[in-house]
Each structure stands twice: as C-alpha cells, then as structure tokens.
C-alpha cells in the first residue's frame, strides 16, 4: 500500500517530474519563468509539451485541455485527444508547444459583459506555466488564462495574475528602501478554509429548490438546530468520514494540501482548510477542490451543498481567505517579530495593509457579492456587511504609541494556568482570534472571511493585491530620494494610522451598536446587497486603481459590472421561478389533500356520533384554508412581478427590482408555507423536511 508521501502529487506534472523529465538548459528555462517571470521560448515550449505529453500518456491520459476560469464562477475545459493519423494508418501520440501555449474556445458562448459582440466568436487560452498541469480522469489539464480576440480578459485568472505582478512591482520598491538587495520578487499566498454541507442524494433528489438552486426555498426549522453547539469539532460520522478520506486521497494525488478537517457548527456542515500556496495555484486548487468535492459525494450517495446559505435558520457556509506576503527568500512580510514597535519595515506594510482596506473597502465587499452571499453576510455566523479590521490589543496599542508620539511598554507573554498539573504550560498569544471581524490580523497574516463558500478566490483577491499595491506605490512614491529616509518613514506611519484609524475595530461585529458607530460616526460603507456593492465598481476611484496598476482595463472593469448584475437577476429569477413552481405543483396540492383527509375524517366520525363537535379537525381544516388563501395571494403576487420583469431591459434596473421586490415577495410567500409544513401529516409533505436533510446522514 502506498503512503502518502508516495502518492502526493503523483498526478501533477510538478519541479519534481521536470526535473526528471526535461533536460537540464530546458529545466532551468522553465524555472526561470516560473520563478522570475521570464518570457518563455518557443523551442522551451516545444521541448515541454513533449515530456508533458510522454508523462500524461505514461500515466493514462488519452486527452488534454486548456483548463480556465471564464466569468461563469466555475471552471471549462474542451478536451483535444493526442492522436493523430500516421502514415501506414495507425495513430501516433502528438503534443506540440503551439498546442501546450494556445488554446482556441469560443468566446462567444461565454459571458462577456458586452466586450464581445454575440457573433464575435474567437477567443484565446494561454498557458499559465505558473501553475503545474495535472491529470483528471483521463485527461491532461493545462491552467490557462482567457482572453478575447483583441485582448480583453474574460476569466478571473488574468486579472490576479496581472493584480500579483503589480503588487510585487511595489512591494519590491519598498524592500529596496529598506536595503533587501537579495529578494528577487514577492508573492502573496493564500490559504481559503472551504466550508460546505452534506446532505442524503436521495433526499436531495425530492426537493426541485436544491436541483435547481443549490439552496432550500422552503423549510420550517428542526425541533433541533445548533443550539446545543454538539456538531461543532464533534465526532465525524462514519459516511461523512468515508467521504473525506478519499476526498483527501483524491486532492493529494492532485498536490493541492488538504490539511485539516472538521464538522461546523450547523448540523450537516463540514470544514476542508489547505495549507498556504501562491495566490493563483490556490485558486486553481480551490475551484478543483470545489469540483472534486460535488464529484465524491455522488460516489457516497451524498450531495455537497456549497451555497452560502443552504438552509435558513442555521449557520451558512463561508471561505475564509487567509492572505500574506512573503519574498522569494522565505520571509513574511507581516510577521511582526518579537518587537513590533521597533521593526519597520513591518510596520510600514501593515500600514498598507490598513490603508488599502479603509480606501477601498466597498471594492473589497464587492469582490465576494453575490446573490447567495447576501443571504449570509451579517448574520450570526458570517461577518457584517461593514469591513472593519482586527488587529488584537497588541497591535493596536503599537499603532496608538506611534500616532500619539508616546513609547510603548510593550506586552509580556502571558503563561497560561490551565489549573491540572498534568497539563503542559505554554505562552499566549498576545492576539485573540476575533470571529466577527471581516478583515482579522491572526499573527502573521490577515484572514478575509467575507468570502461565500461557493465564490473563487480570485475575486477578493484581485481587488486586495491591487489595493495593497496602491498603498505601496503612494509610499515608494514618498519615500524614494528622502535624504531623511528614517524621519520620513515615521512620519508616514504616523500619518497613516491617524487617517485610517477608523478601520480598526477589535470588538464584536455582530453587535447592531457597533454597525450604527461604523456608519454614523466612522463613515463606513454599510453595501448590504449585490446592486448595491455594484455601483462602487464602476465609480471612477476604482476605475484608476484598476486600470493604473494594469489589472483591468475600464471596459473590463464595466463589463464585470454588468456581468455580476446580470448574474444575481438570473440566480434570483430562478429561485423565484422555482418557489412559483413548487408551490403550485407540491405545496398546494399537499395542503389541500390533506385538509381534504382531516375534513372526510370528520365527517366519518360524525356518521358514528353525530353530534361530535371536531373542534381539533375543525380548526386545523380552518387554518390550512387560511393558509392556502396567504400562499395563493403571495403566489399571485409573486408571479406578477416576475411578469413584469421580463419586460425590464435594463440591467441595473431590473437588479433594483429583484433586491426590493422579487426577494421580500419570496420571503412573503415562504412564511404561510413553512407553516403549513408544520401542521401538515408528514407522510402528505412532499418533500423531505430540514429535519431529514440536516441529520439524515447516518
């Protein structure tokens, strides 16, 4: 039986099979672009293409791909065979470095957001030498960027690439400032925890909300939820850790670093954290673990639910973005060292860090809006909508000694007294952890929870790098020629945390007190909806960020716009159109059979005691009229309004209508139907409850 050492990345065409592949002057070429950037040569292409192609087919690959990220929120892929007529009428196996570099999918069939008009079909994949090929099934996969016929970028991977090179351009000045002659670039590295929930497949398959939606419509809330907090870290069910184990089996094979695993809080929810890889190569790990995540599950008999709010009334899933910077030598940027106050180079891209958060927040939250999303943000267990940031008591009191010209003390490292002997003693961390912030400072790099389960990290990401990039350009700009680097230094600093103080907030998110201080008295961006976090996108301060570091280009950036907005219009008519459909063909029909049944029960009896009053039968035939009247209503009224948008061409528009009308008639229509479930026999019900869903995974 292999172990795991053996079989980590047996499937990735990684350093290691490069080196044992290719020749030594080919190896060091690709290093060479992999490490520093460099343009790559054709005949280095050529040479890889033949050794990727020998080992794929060693290994049982019939096929390859040019694997991208378009606007879609999910991956593509259109699989080319290796084979190729030979003269005596056979086939031979041939990959070139044209085909390994240039992939061809049609860009029209992708969205575009209007950079592409619909009869405009070519578009581009290029190879991300970057990121390693892998084999999925019996397929060579390539991860590539997309782009248009003229240029544009029409996936996610182009502009992060772009976000990351323009970050290392600025961090990489102020590293020269502080004399690092050795560093030849900085990464930013990302580790995004993935929650999701689990759930029976035959279940799954009775309720048309979750094959058409990912997320229940309907449903009145368990007898028991999360209140007792027993799911959380508790024992992982047999079938649930089936499933994990090979999941792990599957990601490591893959190289992606599956490291930790656990239930969450809400009853069927479940946790896969990776350990950190450089930005683009952890998002192209995630969408595949996403993907290889769903895959398994059907193996199980199980559905893998990653909407960000599967079920009201329990906690919703999220991925929580854990961002640093480090150089190529191996040091992180935001390791503050054992004294903070005197290293300044940390301090300085701390400061960047919570400049670049403060100016660009509304483009941050826009970066994980999505009609899922909205459901999520700002209940109890996701953060608020409001980005603040949390630096721990340590931290902020360095940042407060600076702005206010003071020394500071410094914090002694508590031991902590755990009360049994037999127990180790060890030092805390002058940090806490705070769950309800946004944006949270955890010791050496800050961790972004906003994101939703189902989103790419791409996105957030983006945004984050560009925005950190600016901070370092303004103070690169500052700094360099300063006869008095020391004394400029501080003095920026200083001016930093006097401005952008407004930020930092180390206590609890969720309290509504702490959202009416943010807005009222810090000026806070309180973007509670999609629409809203969209106008922000397109206003001009986020237009010359993005189109000054080379991220995007303003048609680019508008046409994520639309895009994005199209997006939540389509997701939500499909929720609605769903309830509509659901409604009239389970929900009423069940209604109406089974007060059908209490009233013939009713008459039975009084056939035998005539003068039976049936109070009992009597008022629940009463109420469940009364029901049926407040779903007919609502549903009427829903139904028009969907009417009514089809005729709505404008996107913008039509997005105010759903946020401000679809979604509240949405909610009008479930309250009378989740009570109905629960006054209805369940063997009438037509469709499993949350209390099969939630603990039906034996």
């Known amino acids: 039986m292999s172990t795991v050492p053996e079989t980590f990345g047996e499937l990735v065409f990684d350093d290691r099979v490069m080196k044992a592949k290719l020749s030594s002057k080919v190896y060091n070429a690709m290093k060479k672009t992999i490490d520093e950037g460099q343009k790559l040569d054709p005949a280095v292409a050529d040479a890889v293409a033949i050794a990727m192609k020998d080992w794929a087919v060693e290994k049982g690959a019939t096929h390859f791909t040019h694997w991208f990220q378009p606007l879609t929120g999910i991956t593509a892929e259109k699989h080319d065979s290796f084979i190729n007529p030979s003269p005596d009428g056979g086939v031979i196996m041939e990959f070139s470095g044209k085909e390994l570099v240039k992939g061809e999918p049609d860009a029209s069939s992708f969205p575009s957001g209007g950079l592409r008009a619909t009869f405009e079909a070519r578009g581009y994949t290029a190879w991300d030498p970057t990121s390693y090929a892998f084999i999925n099934g019996k397929t060579l996969c390539i991860p590539t960027a997309f782009c248009s016929y003229s240029g544009e970028a029409l996936d996610k991977k182009t502009p992060l690439l772009r ?10 000045r ?24 689990l759930v029976d497949a035959e279940m799954a398959a009775k309720r048309p909300d979750l094959l058409f939606t990912g997320r229940t419509l309907f449903g009145a809330k368990p007898p028991k939820g999360q209140e007792l907090d027993d799911h959380y870290f508790g024992v992982i069910k047999s079938k649930v850790q089936a499933y994990m184990n090979e999941l792990n089996e599957e990601l490591w094979k893959l190289g992606i670093l ?59 899933s999220g991925k929580h973005n854990n961002w640093s910077l480090a150089t190529n030598t191996g040091v992180n940027l935001l390791t503050p060292g054992e004294t903070p106050y005197e290293n300044a180079q940390f301090l300085l891209f701390l400061c960047a860090v919570i400049k670049a958060v403060d100016d660009y927040q509304g483009l941050l939250r826009a970066a994980v809006a999505t009609a899922g999303n909205d459901h999520r943000l700002g209940a109890n267990e996701a953060p608020p909508a409001v980005i603040s940031m949390f630096l721990g008591d340590e931290l902020t009191e360095v940042l407060r000694a600076i702005e206010e010209d003071r020394p500071y003390d410094g914090a002694e490292k508590t031991v902590m007294k755990l009360g049994v002997s037999v127990l180790p003693k060890f030092v805390r961390d002058t940090t806490d952890r705070n769950r309800t912030s946004p944006f949270a400072f955890t010791g050496n790099k800050f961790e972004f929870r906003m994101l939703g389960s189902s989103n790419s ?9 560009t925005a950190v990039a600016e901070s370092l350009k303004q103070y690169a ?38 959202i009416k201080e943010a807005t009222e008295k810090r000026g806070l961006l309180n973007l509670r909806t999609t629409p809203d976090t969209q106008e922000v996108i397109i206003e001009q301060k986020s237009i010359d960020l993005l189109t000054s570091h080379k991220v995007m280009s303003e048609a680019e950036i508008r046409s994520r716009y639309e895009i994005t907005l199209e997006n939540y219009v389509k997701i939500v008519s499909i929720e609605a159109t769903t ?25 039975s009896k009084r056939s035998v005691v005539p003068d039976l009053a049936g109070g009992y039968e009597t008022k629940k035939v009463a109420r469940l009229s009364e029901l049926e009247e407040q779903i007919d209503s609502a549903l009427n009224t829903l139904e028009s309004t969907m009417t009514d948008l089809k005729a709505v061409e404008d996107i913008t528009e039509a997005s105010h209508v759903i946020r401000d009308t679809v979604l509240p008639q949405m909610a009008q229509l479930r309250i ?24 039906g995974v034996r």
């Open 258 to 316: 599956a490291k930790t695993e656990h239930n969450e809080v809400a009853p069927a929810q479940h946790e896969l954290a990776p350990i950190y890889a450089t930005t683009n190569i952890a998002t192209d790990h995630n969408q595949l673990t996403m993907e290889i995540m769903q895959r398994l599950a059907k193996k199980h008999g199980l559905v893998c639910l990653l909407h960000e709010k599967p079920f009201a009334g329990v906690n919703g």
């Open 672 to 695: 009378p139907c989740d009570e109905a479930e629960t006054i209805t026999a369940k063997e009438y019900w037509p469709m499993p409850t949350y209390d099969d869903l939630l603990f």
């Open 163 to 172: 976000s990351m090179q323009a970050l290392d351009k600025q961090a990489m």
């Open 477 to 514: 700009d500052k700094l360099e020629g300063q006869k008095d680097f020391e004394g400029a230094l501080n003095a920026l600093i200083k001016k930093t945390i006097k401005d952008h103080k407004r930020i930092i907030f180390n206590g609890n998110g969720y309290d509504d007190e702490w």
């Open 579 to 603: 309830m509509i459909d659901m409604t009239k063909k389970l929900i009423l029909p069940a209604i109406e059979k089974y007060s059908k049944s209490v009233a013939d029960s009713l008459i």
């Open 174 to 197: 102020i590293l020269k400032l502080f004399g690092n002659t050795d560093v030849a670039c900085v990464r930013t590295s990302v580790g995004p925890e993935q929650e999701y929930f």
């Open 457 to 465: 990290i791409a996105c957030a990401n983006i945004m984050l790098n």
